[in-house]
């Protein structure tokens, strides 16, 4: 399985990006789930946000809720991640994960234990 993110950069405060992680290698399942996580230097890996492949269920961290948006296009096998009103405390690199077992509930979408594939990361800067 290889995922790959695309779509980050640099940004001023208050803009938007929308990241993209495309997913080849495996027919994902309708419970399967993909996930955003971020890491700024010197600090842990956060959660961002997750979404299953079938559109049911979906989560946001805290820090990001109501400027965030995940979506997935199973067709082009994609899966999005709209940033709005972006802060410079959103500046970190942003990873896509896959959580392939089928087994995973909506409270364990932000656990990094449960994604078994993770792309290589995306830069997003924003400015102040």
């Known amino acids: 399985v290889q995922l790959q993110a695309s779509g980050g950069g640099l940004v001023q405060a208050g803009g938007s990006l929308t990241l993209s992680c495309a997913a080849s290698g495996r027919t994902f399942r309708s419970r399967d789930v993909m996930g955003w996580f971020r890491q700024a230097p010197g600090k842990e890996r956060e959660f961002v946000a997750a979404?299953?492949?079938?559109?049911?269920?979906?989560m946001t961290g805290g820090s990001v809720k109501g400027r965030f948006t995940i979506s997935r296009d199973n067709a082009k096998n994609t899966v999005y991640l709209q940033m709005n009103s972006l802060k410079p405390e959103d500046t970190a690199v942003y990873y896509c994960a896959a959580d392939a077992s089928g087994t995973t509930i909506l409270s364990g979408f932000s656990s990094e234990e449960r994604y078994d594939y993770w792309g290589q990361g995306t830069q997003v800067t924003v400015s102040s």
């Open positions: 979404i299953r492949w079938s559109g049911i269920g979906t």
